[in-house]
């Protein structure tokens, strides 16, 4: 079992920056692939980023490449998602997850472990 908390969401101006942290408690966290993803009003929720259970080992989805980066720290049990950049199309609840499985995943159903959810809005 992994249980997930996000932080770090906000209003934040186009072109500004937001870190947002997703705290983890559980046994298994350091063997869990981590990813974020994110659900804008009215739409499905998408894959934002994800990272293996090695630091170096990332994927992002085209929209938010060379913006954003994911992170992990293993020792403090936290995965990071720095949002440079930020557009109004980046507006969303973002959610951290955590998968059962060897490694990172684009699919959002193939996460096991979801937290509650951080507001990000992005103004114009």
């Known amino acids: 079992q992994v249980q997930l908390v996000e932080s770090g969401g906000g209003l934040v101006q186009a072109g500004g920056s937001l870190r947002l942290s997703c705290a983890a408690s559980?046994?298994?966290?350091?063997?869990?692939?981590m990813g974020w993803f994110r659900q804008a009003p009215g739409k499905e929720r998408e894959f934002v980023a994800a990272?293996?259970?090695?630091?170096?080992?990332?994927v992002y989805a085209d929209i938010v490449k060379g913006r954003f980066t994911i992170s992990r720290d293993n020792a403090k049990n936290t995965v990071n998602l720095q949002m440079n950049s930020l557009k109004p199309e980046d507006t969303a609840v973002y959610y951290c997850?955590?998968?059962?499985?060897?490694?990172?995943?684009?699919?959002?159903?193939?996460?096991?472990?979801w937290g509650q959810g951080t507001q990000v809005t992005v103004s114009s």
């Open positions: 559980g046994r298994t966290f350091s063997t869990s692939p």
């Open positions: 990272i293996g259970r090695s630091v170096g080992n990332t």
């Open positions: 997850a955590a998968r059962n499985g060897l490694g990172y995943s684009r699919i959002w159903s193939e996460y096991a472990y």
